[in-house]
Protein backbone atom coordinates (compact mmCIF):
# COMPACT_ATOMS: atom_id res chain seq x y z
CA UNK A 1 0.00 0.00 0.00
CA UNK A 2 2.94 2.48 0.88
CA UNK A 3 4.56 1.43 -2.24
CA UNK A 4 1.41 2.50 -4.61
CA UNK A 5 0.44 5.62 -2.69
CA UNK A 6 4.67 6.40 -3.59
CA UNK A 7 3.83 5.37 -6.90
CA UNK A 8 0.66 7.64 -7.27
CA UNK A 9 2.82 10.53 -6.00
CA UNK A 10 5.63 10.52 -8.61
CA UNK A 11 2.43 10.05 -11.31
CA UNK A 12 0.45 12.64 -10.55
CA UNK A 13 3.37 15.15 -10.45
CA UNK A 14 4.45 14.07 -13.99
CA UNK A 15 1.06 14.61 -14.88
CA UNK A 16 0.52 18.21 -13.27
CA UNK A 17 4.16 18.93 -15.06
CA UNK A 18 3.00 17.65 -18.52
CA UNK A 19 0.13 19.87 -18.32
CA UNK A 20 1.77 23.12 -16.92
CA UNK A 21 4.37 22.48 -19.59
CA UNK A 22 1.53 22.14 -22.75
CA UNK A 23 0.47 25.75 -21.32
CA UNK A 24 3.56 26.94 -21.19
CA UNK A 25 3.83 26.13 -25.25
CA UNK A 26 0.66 28.00 -25.76
CA UNK A 27 2.37 31.22 -23.66
CA UNK A 28 5.39 30.95 -25.35
CA UNK A 29 3.19 31.49 -28.50
CA UNK A 30 1.34 34.84 -27.02
CA UNK A 31 4.18 36.17 -26.02
CA UNK A 32 5.72 35.58 -29.62
CA UNK A 33 2.43 37.33 -30.70
CA UNK A 34 3.11 40.08 -28.42
CA UNK A 35 6.71 41.28 -29.46
CA UNK A 36 6.15 40.76 -33.40
CA UNK A 37 2.74 43.21 -32.68
CA UNK A 38 5.31 45.54 -30.42
CA UNK A 39 7.75 45.33 -33.02
CA UNK A 40 5.06 46.48 -35.37
CA UNK A 41 3.99 49.12 -33.70
CA UNK A 42 0.34 47.88 -32.98
CA UNK A 43 0.64 46.57 -29.51
CA UNK A 44 2.43 48.48 -26.31
CA UNK A 45 5.13 47.33 -24.86
CA UNK A 46 3.29 46.93 -20.96
CA UNK A 47 0.98 43.79 -23.18
CA UNK A 48 4.33 41.90 -24.31
CA UNK A 49 5.51 42.08 -20.96
CA UNK A 50 2.26 40.78 -19.48
CA UNK A 51 2.46 37.94 -21.93
CA UNK A 52 6.11 37.45 -20.52
CA UNK A 53 5.11 37.47 -16.86
CA UNK A 54 2.77 34.84 -17.69
CA UNK A 55 5.55 32.30 -18.94
CA UNK A 56 7.78 32.77 -15.62
CA UNK A 57 4.64 32.75 -13.46
CA UNK A 58 4.44 29.45 -15.42
CA UNK A 59 8.04 28.88 -14.89
CA UNK A 60 7.83 28.76 -11.38
CA UNK A 61 4.78 26.13 -11.16
CA UNK A 62 7.01 24.07 -13.06
CA UNK A 63 10.28 24.32 -10.64
CA UNK A 64 7.56 23.86 -7.64
CA UNK A 65 6.70 20.62 -9.64
CA UNK A 66 9.75 19.14 -10.02
CA UNK A 67 10.87 19.36 -6.75
CA UNK A 68 7.75 17.91 -6.13
CA UNK A 69 8.33 15.21 -8.52
CA UNK A 70 12.18 14.04 -6.99
CA UNK A 71 10.62 14.36 -3.68
CA UNK A 72 8.31 11.65 -4.53
CA UNK A 73 10.64 9.83 -6.54
CA UNK A 74 13.18 9.79 -3.46
CA UNK A 75 10.08 8.24 -1.75
CA UNK A 76 9.40 5.66 -4.51
CA UNK A 77 13.10 4.57 -4.04
CA UNK A 78 12.66 4.07 -0.55
CA UNK A 79 10.36 0.92 -1.34
CA UNK A 80 11.48 -0.40 -4.67
CA UNK A 81 15.38 -0.28 -3.16
CA UNK A 82 17.30 2.12 -6.14
CA UNK A 83 16.25 5.67 -7.58
CA UNK A 84 13.49 6.02 -9.66
CA UNK A 85 14.27 8.56 -12.95
CA UNK A 86 10.55 8.18 -13.73
CA UNK A 87 7.39 6.05 -14.23
CA UNK A 88 4.79 4.94 -17.34
CA UNK A 89 2.36 7.23 -17.93
CA UNK A 90 -0.71 4.86 -18.01
CA UNK A 91 -2.28 4.38 -14.62
CA UNK A 92 -4.61 1.67 -13.05
CA UNK A 93 -7.88 2.52 -13.45
CA UNK A 94 -9.04 4.13 -10.39
CA UNK A 95 -12.53 4.32 -10.95
CA UNK A 96 -13.07 0.98 -10.03
CA UNK A 97 -11.31 -1.50 -6.84
CA UNK A 98 -9.03 -4.81 -7.22
CA UNK A 99 -11.29 -5.95 -4.32
CA UNK A 100 -15.50 -5.25 -4.47
CA UNK A 101 -16.15 -3.06 -1.69
CA UNK A 102 -18.71 -5.47 0.08
CA UNK A 103 -15.82 -7.75 0.30
CA UNK A 104 -13.72 -5.58 2.26
CA UNK A 105 -16.24 -5.01 4.60
CA UNK A 106 -16.75 -8.67 5.15
CA UNK A 107 -12.79 -9.28 5.50
CA UNK A 108 -12.39 -7.53 8.46
CA UNK A 109 -10.59 -9.84 10.74
CA UNK A 110 -8.02 -10.11 8.03
CA UNK A 111 -6.67 -6.29 8.27
CA UNK A 112 -3.25 -6.07 9.95
CA UNK A 113 -4.92 -3.99 13.21
CA UNK A 114 -7.41 -6.97 13.61
CA UNK A 115 -4.66 -9.81 13.81
CA UNK A 116 -3.28 -9.12 17.41
CA UNK A 117 -6.75 -8.92 18.65
CA UNK A 118 -8.24 -12.02 17.16
CA UNK A 119 -4.68 -13.80 18.67
CA UNK A 120 -5.66 -12.43 22.41
CA UNK A 121 -9.59 -14.00 21.95
CA UNK A 122 -8.04 -17.57 21.11
CA UNK A 123 -5.66 -17.18 24.00
CA UNK A 124 -8.20 -15.97 25.91
CA UNK A 125 -10.46 -19.16 24.99
CA UNK A 126 -7.65 -21.28 25.27
CA UNK A 127 -7.37 -19.99 29.08
CA UNK A 128 -11.37 -20.89 29.85
CA UNK A 129 -9.98 -24.18 28.78
CA UNK A 130 -7.49 -24.76 30.40
CA UNK A 131 -8.94 -23.57 33.96
CA UNK A 132 -11.76 -25.87 33.45
CA UNK A 133 -9.44 -28.46 32.95
CA UNK A 134 -8.05 -27.84 36.34
CA UNK A 135 -10.77 -27.95 37.79
CA UNK A 136 -11.54 -31.59 36.61
CA UNK A 137 -10.21 -35.10 38.60
CA UNK A 138 -7.37 -36.60 36.76
CA UNK A 139 -5.01 -39.95 37.10
CA UNK A 140 -1.72 -41.36 36.13
CA UNK A 141 0.23 -43.79 35.87
CA UNK A 142 3.97 -44.73 36.38
CA UNK A 143 6.29 -47.53 36.31
CA UNK A 144 9.54 -48.23 37.44
CA UNK A 145 12.16 -51.17 37.55
CA UNK A 146 15.30 -51.29 39.82
CA UNK A 147 18.86 -54.12 39.43
CA UNK A 148 19.76 -54.41 43.41
CA UNK A 149 22.70 -56.43 43.93
CA UNK A 150 22.73 -60.33 43.58
CA UNK A 151 21.76 -61.25 46.93
CA UNK A 152 18.70 -58.94 46.54
CA UNK A 153 15.53 -59.84 43.95
CA UNK A 154 15.47 -56.82 41.10
CA UNK A 155 12.12 -54.56 41.99
CA UNK A 156 9.66 -53.47 39.79
CA UNK A 157 7.13 -50.81 40.88
CA UNK A 158 3.86 -49.53 39.42
CA UNK A 159 2.38 -46.58 40.69
CA UNK A 160 -1.15 -45.04 40.30
CA UNK A 161 -1.98 -41.38 41.42
CA UNK A 162 -5.43 -39.47 41.04
CA UNK A 163 -5.64 -35.68 41.07
CA UNK A 164 -8.39 -34.22 43.24
CA UNK A 165 -9.13 -30.61 43.04
CA UNK A 166 -9.82 -29.10 46.60
CA UNK A 167 -11.49 -26.31 47.30
CA UNK A 168 -12.97 -25.67 43.95
CA UNK A 169 -15.31 -22.84 44.54
CA UNK A 170 -12.26 -20.62 46.24
CA UNK A 171 -9.19 -21.99 43.80
CA UNK A 172 -10.50 -23.55 40.42
CA UNK A 173 -13.82 -21.92 39.89
CA UNK A 174 -12.34 -18.32 40.58
CA UNK A 175 -9.58 -19.02 38.30
CA UNK A 176 -12.27 -20.11 35.50
CA UNK A 177 -14.39 -16.81 36.14
CA UNK A 178 -10.91 -14.63 36.16
CA UNK A 179 -10.70 -16.02 32.26
CA UNK A 180 -13.82 -15.47 31.44
CA UNK A 181 -13.39 -11.92 32.20
CA UNK A 182 -10.62 -11.81 29.87
CA UNK A 183 -12.29 -13.56 26.99
CA UNK A 184 -14.83 -10.73 27.37
CA UNK A 185 -12.44 -7.97 27.55
CA UNK A 186 -10.74 -9.76 24.67
CA UNK A 187 -14.14 -9.78 22.45
CA UNK A 188 -14.84 -5.93 23.61
CA UNK A 189 -11.69 -5.11 22.04
CA UNK A 190 -11.67 -7.23 19.20
CA UNK A 191 -15.52 -5.74 18.88
CA UNK A 192 -14.29 -1.78 18.95
CA UNK A 193 -11.49 -2.33 16.33
CA UNK A 194 -13.79 -3.70 14.20
CA UNK A 195 -16.66 -0.93 14.08
CA UNK A 196 -13.24 1.41 14.15
CA UNK A 197 -12.25 -0.25 10.80
CA UNK A 198 -15.50 -0.52 9.45
CA UNK A 199 -16.09 3.23 10.08
CA UNK A 200 -12.87 3.99 8.48
CA UNK A 201 -13.31 1.76 5.69
CA UNK A 202 -16.85 3.38 4.74
CA UNK A 203 -15.35 6.94 4.95
CA UNK A 204 -12.45 6.18 2.83
CA UNK A 205 -14.88 4.50 0.39
CA UNK A 206 -17.42 7.19 0.62
CA UNK A 207 -14.23 9.72 -0.43
CA UNK A 208 -13.31 7.98 -3.12
CA UNK A 209 -16.36 8.15 -4.46
CA UNK A 210 -16.70 12.05 -4.05
CA UNK A 211 -13.02 11.86 -5.70
CA UNK A 212 -14.07 10.15 -8.63
CA UNK A 213 -17.05 12.93 -9.27
CA UNK A 214 -15.03 15.76 -9.10
CA UNK A 215 -12.44 14.32 -11.38
CA UNK A 216 -15.31 13.44 -13.86
CA UNK A 217 -16.90 16.76 -13.64
CA UNK A 218 -13.25 18.39 -14.35
CA UNK A 219 -12.58 15.64 -17.02
CA UNK A 220 -15.94 16.26 -18.82
CA UNK A 221 -16.68 19.67 -18.35
CA UNK A 222 -14.46 22.04 -16.90
CA UNK A 223 -11.13 21.28 -18.33
CA UNK A 224 -12.64 21.21 -22.34
CA UNK A 225 -14.13 24.49 -21.05
CA UNK A 226 -11.40 26.40 -19.83
CA UNK A 227 -9.32 25.16 -23.20
CA UNK A 228 -12.03 26.50 -25.06
CA UNK A 229 -12.63 29.76 -23.62
CA UNK A 230 -7.89 29.79 -23.49
CA UNK A 231 -8.62 28.99 -27.25
CA UNK A 232 -10.75 31.63 -28.58
CA UNK A 233 -9.12 34.38 -26.24
CA UNK A 234 -5.91 33.60 -27.87
CA UNK A 235 -7.56 33.23 -31.61
CA UNK A 236 -9.38 36.77 -30.81
CA UNK A 237 -5.56 38.10 -29.19
CA UNK A 238 -3.39 36.71 -32.18
CA UNK A 239 -6.14 38.62 -35.00
CA UNK A 240 -5.48 41.80 -32.99
CA UNK A 241 -7.63 41.76 -29.79
CA UNK A 242 -6.81 42.74 -26.27
CA UNK A 243 -4.34 40.77 -24.48
CA UNK A 244 -6.19 40.63 -21.09
CA UNK A 245 -9.40 38.51 -21.98
CA UNK A 246 -5.94 35.95 -22.72
CA UNK A 247 -4.54 36.84 -19.39
CA UNK A 248 -7.40 36.04 -17.86
CA UNK A 249 -8.32 32.86 -19.64
CA UNK A 250 -4.96 31.45 -19.59
CA UNK A 251 -4.69 31.85 -15.74
CA UNK A 252 -7.96 30.17 -14.99
CA UNK A 253 -6.89 26.80 -17.32
CA UNK A 254 -3.70 26.82 -14.98
CA UNK A 255 -5.79 26.84 -11.98
CA UNK A 256 -8.57 24.36 -13.37
CA UNK A 257 -5.60 22.11 -14.84
CA UNK A 258 -3.18 22.10 -11.20
CA UNK A 259 -6.94 20.80 -9.59
CA UNK A 260 -7.46 18.78 -11.80
CA UNK A 261 -3.77 17.08 -11.36
CA UNK A 262 -4.06 17.31 -7.39
CA UNK A 263 -7.73 15.66 -7.31
CA UNK A 264 -6.85 12.55 -9.65
CA UNK A 265 -3.17 12.28 -7.26
CA UNK A 266 -5.96 12.24 -4.29
CA UNK A 267 -7.86 10.21 -6.65
CA UNK A 268 -5.11 7.68 -6.67
CA UNK A 269 -4.03 7.83 -3.14
CA UNK A 270 -7.65 7.14 -2.24
CA UNK A 271 -7.68 4.10 -4.42
CA UNK A 272 -4.31 3.19 -3.24
CA UNK A 273 -5.78 3.04 0.42
CA UNK A 274 -8.46 0.65 -0.71
CA UNK A 275 -6.98 -1.74 -3.07
CA UNK A 276 -4.32 -2.85 -0.87
CA UNK A 277 -6.06 -2.81 2.26
CA UNK A 278 -6.31 -7.12 2.39
CA UNK A 279 -2.87 -9.15 2.16
CA UNK A 280 -2.57 -9.79 -1.74
CA UNK A 281 -2.67 -14.05 -1.09
CA UNK A 282 -6.61 -12.98 -0.66
CA UNK A 283 -7.12 -11.93 -3.92
CA UNK A 284 -8.78 -14.27 -6.36
Known sequence: RATARAWVDVWASQQQLAALRALREHAQSAADVA?????????????ALATEAAILELDNRIEAVQATRESAQAALARWLGDAVAGIASDAPDFGSLRIPEARLLTSIDRLGPLLPASAQVRAAE????????????????????????????????????FALPLFARDRQDRGIAARLADHEAALATREDLRREAIA?????????????????????????????????????????GAVQPWLVAQRDELE?????????????????????LLPTESLP
Open 35 to 47: RARVGGGAEPVAD
Open 126 to 161: AGIELARAEKSSDWSVGAAYGQRERSRSDMFMVEVG
Open 200 to 240: RIRSEIARWQGLKRQVALHENSMLPLARDRSAAAFATYAAG
Open 256 to 276: VHVSHAKLRGELGRSWAALAY
